[in-house]
């Protein structure tokens, strides 16, 4: 495409221009960016004060970490990354993953696939963001019900709200980073750039390239011991054009933006790809035969209590890092990997004061245009036409998301110590996933094509009684409906018909038709309402305390609901559960936040209790290769996280620790295969006499379609699946001499031994990471190099709450960094 290229070959340009203006001879002092920036501008989702868990990572920072959203915010307090290779990661804070963090970009949702599973890339890019905010509280209902455990919104400047400042009488100002990383040979480079036209138009242009290759772990077992983690490359291109008209009273402004990503699956065993899942009880394909059309229609009573895989091989059963694989895995083979193409379309507009009582008006539209392939190489197979051999290009799955979403927002006048906000959403996402090349018919559409429509009121009033005290309420009820387009003829198809046979010629049929029961095709739809209140109490100078509670209530996702099939990057089969119900919570916190002229710290403790609980139960396990299934339970998650500091003119230390409880209680009796012995039921296996075998029915069912898979097996409570573990660390950062600085942090992440069910232990590990840099002005230009040592001492880390477990992070590495503005 034109712009794409035009975009790509603005970078150069950019990075020459920065470069070439970085030669000049003035100095400008350096101004350090404020600890934190309380506003209501057009992509801030912060609103009111404050509390002690609320967070804010600003640019300097982020153009330290990680290129992806889940690594970039994983030495943050309370909030540990899901990675899978250098490709994609996610934010778990808290405990919750997936759909319970809700994700923006500039205040509106990402639409990706994301949610639908880790190793889907988040489209959004840290390195060009101006600072990732990450919020709790009554705000979070601004932008979605399923938010207890916080909101993280990344921002960035593509759409200017204000006429640029800068160089050649003030009309031009940019910035660009150059980054390049020894174990992954990670290449980077970002650049932006902002201008006016005229007096009221400006336009900013940005693009980001990075290429890393496979990195380096300490370790890996595959057919020989390998020092690097196959298939953990990387490539991202990106770029965005935004223009803005600006007015004394506002600005109404629009951007484009075009992603392409590559990236390896790692972890992937090839032994896996011919692997069926079988779950469904033998009645299931008669008494439910749409099952054969619509798998994802599958309800408890359908699903096989003896599931297992039919693989070809027997698979290794034990979970051991010296052996991940479980086979003398080929290296020479390189595996999977994604490609991923995100188009989208941004407009907002603010109009400040337009009538008496209102303050500003908002109003923001998106239209985004997710798309990927999961692809491997090419494979030979039987064409069943012809019986033969034949090479084909191996394209394992299909993944495609389109969302729409309109926001307006008002802004009243305060009034009697009183301010707010009241708006509407409503919210398109049309999404399926397609896997061309499965045997079986019904894994062929893993995600059935679904339109997940949603429509939003919401409204949050700030009340500050005097300088001390202030009080939130918010709250949102949201409406959500799924229609699927199901097909008659696909139906019938499979629809039971009286047995026929041709008896000397004539063709002779019974009476008798099979029993069967018709599909429930009703579109689901449901609504939810969710409410929270925040209190602040600066009850003495420099402390202050924060308390906030707030019932969630959260609709399954299509994901929860329909998804039937394989997941080539997961190493699993993942179902869902059409008899899903509402999710609800009850949350509370309590923050307290202390900052003097040489101690400050920040403590906060939560608690939250869930009732229908919606989790992905691991229910079958051989080798790695896991059978997932989403159900639900109560829940309770409790934690605490905090950091002490002591600061001066020039050093800082600080002590910090997080830690979260997740359990699982009154879980839903499991599903056991019945023994009909001497007219009785039981789920223990009759020895194998002869006597035995006599008075006992192997059947699996009984001839009234009365299933004997009955849930009669009581489970005990569990701790929740994939718990991240605890963490302890120390971190110094100091001014070494004029513009020069440095840092150093230790963090030990505790073994993780609460495991859930089928999961394993994960040992822990000691992390090292040093920096330092160096800062000065050339011409106008600020300029920032910087050295980091990551993972200093080569730990072989592996993260327990990852999909991936057995899969090593990387190891010791170094970063060279050179940062410019102006």
């Known amino acids: 495409m034109i712009i794409p290229k035009v975009l790509n070959l603005a970078i150069m340009i950019i990075l020459g221009g920065v470069a070439t203006a970085s030669f000049a001879d003035e100095n400008k002092p350096h101004v350090d960016l404020p600890a934190m920036q309380i506003s209501l501008n057009q992509s801030s989702i912060l609103f009111g004060d404050k509390k002690a868990s609320d967070t804010t990572v600003y640019r300097t920072a982020l153009q330290q970490r990680s290129?992806?959203?889940?690594?970039?915010?994983?030495g943050e307090l309370g909030v540990h990354s899901n990675p899978f290779g250098g490709g994609a990661s996610k934010p778990i804070i808290r405990g919750q993953e997936g759909v319970r963090v809700k994700i923006l970009q500039n205040g509106l949702d990402v639409v990706d696939m994301s949610a639908l599973s880790p190793d889907h890339a988040v489209a959004v890019d840290t390195l060009l963001a101006n600072r990732v905010e990450l919020v709790r509280g009554a705000s979070t209902l601004l932008y979605g019900t399923a938010s207890p455990a916080g909101v993280v919104n990344v921002v960035d400047g593509r759409i200017p709200t204000a006429m640029p400042q800068g160089l050649l009488a003030n009309k031009i100002s940019g910035d660009a980073?150059?980054?390049?990383?020894?174990?992954?040979?990670?290449?980077?480079?970002?650049?932006?750039?902002?201008?006016?036209?005229?007096?009221?138009?400006?336009?900013?242009?940005e693009g980001l390239r990075r290429d890393t290759d496979n990195y380096k772990v300490p370790s890996f077992a595959s057919d020989v011991m390998l020092d690097y983690l196959p298939d953990s490359h990387n490539q991202s291109t990106v770029g965005t054009a935004g223009i803005s008209w600006i007015g004394s009273k506002g600005y109404i402004g629009a951007s484009y933006s075009h992603r392409k990503d590559k990236y390896g699956i790692t972890g992937h065993n090839h032994h896996y790809?011919?692997?069926?899942a079988h779950v469904l009880t033998p009645k299931s394909s008669v008494y439910h035969y749409y099952l054969k059309a619509y798998p994802h229609l599958m309800q408890d009573i359908d699903f096989s209590s003896s599931a297992h895989f039919h693989c070809g091989a027997d698979l290794h059963h034990d979970h051991n890092h010296d052996h991940p694989f479980g086979f003398a895995h080929d290296h020479n083979h390189p595996g999977p990997w994604i490609d991923m193409v995100s188009k989208r379309y941004d407009v907002k507009a603010q109009w400040q004061k337009p009538i008496k009582g209102l303050e500003k008006v908002q109003l923001s539209l998106t239209s985004a245009d997710y798309y990927h392939e999961e692809n491997d190489h090419e494979i030979q197979k039987i064409d069943p036409a012809t019986k033969r051999l034949v090479t084909i290009n191996n394209k394992p799955g299909y993944f495609s998301n389109q969302g729409k979403n309109?926001?307006?927002?008002?802004?009243?006048?305060?009034?009697?110590?009183?301010?707010?906000?009241?708006?509407?959403?409503?919210q398109k996402q049309a999404s399926f996933a397609h896997l061309p090349y499965e045997r079986e018919l019904g894994q062929r559409f893993p995600l059935v094509a679904n339109t997940n429509k949603q429509f939003s009121i919401f409204g949050v009033e700030r009340w500050r009684m005097n300088d001390k005290f202030a009080l939130e309420l918010g709250g949102r009820m949201e409406k959500q409906k799924i229609p699927i387009s199901y097909d008659e003829n696909q139906l019938a198809r499979y629809r039971p018909k009286p047995d026929c046979?041709?008896?000397?010629?004539?063709?002779?049929?019974?009476?008798?038709?099979?029993?069967?029961?018709?599909?429930?095709?009703?579109?689901?739809?449901?609504?939810?309402?969710?409410y929270s209140t925040s209190a602040i109490w600066d009850f003495k100078p420099d402390y202050r305390l924060s308390a906030t509670y707030s019932h969630n209530e959260r609709l399954p996702t299509p994901m929860e609901l329909y998804y039937h099939g394989k997941h080539l990057a997961t190493n699993s089969f993942e179902f869902g559960n059409i008899g899903l119900n509402k999710e609800k919570s009850n949350n509370l916190e309590l923050g307290l936040k202390f900052d003097g002229n040489k101690w400050r710290y920040a403590l906060s403790a939560y608690h939250s209790r869930f009732k229908n609980y919606i989790y992905n139960e691991n229910i079958y396990r051989e080798g790695n290769l896991f059978m997932r299934r989403h159900k639900q339970a109560q829940a309770n998650f409790y934690g605490l996280e905090g950091i002490?500091?002591?600061?001066?003119?020039?050093?800082?230390?600080?002590?910090?620790?997080?830690?979260?409880?997740?359990?699982?209680?009154?879980?839903?009796?499991?599903?056991?295969?019945?023994?009909?012995?001497?007219?009785?039921?039981?789920?223990?296996?009759?020895?194998?006499?002869?006597?035995?075998?006599?008075a006992c029915d192997y059947n699996y069912y009984t001839n009234d379609f009365n299933y004997?898979?009955?849930?009669?097996?009581?489970?005990?409570?569990?701790?929740?699946?994939?718990?991240?573990?605890?963490?302890?660390?120390?971190?110094?950062?100091?001014?070494?001499?004029?513009?020069?600085?440095?840092?150093?942090?230790?963090?030990?992440?505790?073994?993780?031994n609460r495991t859930s069910k089928l999961e394993s232990p994960t040992a822990g590990y000691d992390m090292l990471n040093v920096g330092v840099g160096y800062h000065n002005t050339l011409g106008g230009v600020e300029y920032d190099v910087s050295l980091r040592a990551n993972n200093l001492l080569n730990e072989q880390t592996y993260i327990h709450n990852s999909f991936l477990p057995y899969v090593p992070q990387m190891g010791r590495n170094y970063s060279l960094a050179l940062t410019t503005k102006f």
């Not at 290129?67 to 994983?74: K, R």
């Not at 099979?514 to 939810?528: N, S």
């Not at 012995?677 to 020895?687: H, V, W």
């Not at 849930?711 to 302890?728: C, D, F, G, S």
Request: glycine share 6%.
């Open 644 to 694: 002490l500091t002591y600061h001066n003119d020039k050093h800082e230390i600080s002590v910090f620790g997080d830690v979260v409880r997740g359990k699982l209680k009154n879980l839903p009796n499991a599903y056991a295969k019945a023994y009909r012995c001497n007219g009785e039921y039981t789920t223990i296996k009759p020895d194998d006499t002869d006597d035995n075998i006599e």
């Open 67 to 74: 290129a992806t959203l889940g690594n970039a915010l994983a």
């Open 406 to 426: 309109a926001r307006l927002e008002l802004y009243h006048t305060p009034f009697y110590g009183l301010q707010g906000v009241w708006g509407l959403q409503w």
């Open 273 to 276: 790809d011919k692997c069926i």
């Open 501 to 530: 046979w041709n008896w000397f010629g004539s063709v002779t049929c019974s009476s008798v038709v099979p029993a069967f029961e018709e599909p429930d095709l009703t579109t689901y739809q449901d609504k939810a309402l969710s």
């Open 177 to 205: 980073l150059l980054r390049y990383n020894s174990a992954s040979r990670e290449k980077v480079a970002t650049a932006g750039l902002n201008f006016g036209i005229g007096n009221h138009l400006a336009v900013r242009l």
């Open 708 to 752: 004997s898979y009955q849930p009669i097996l009581e489970q005990p409570n569990m701790t929740t699946p994939r718990l991240p573990p605890a963490r302890l660390g120390v971190r110094w950062q100091g001014e070494l001499a004029s513009h020069w600085m440095a840092d150093a942090e230790y963090t030990r992440v505790f073994a993780q």
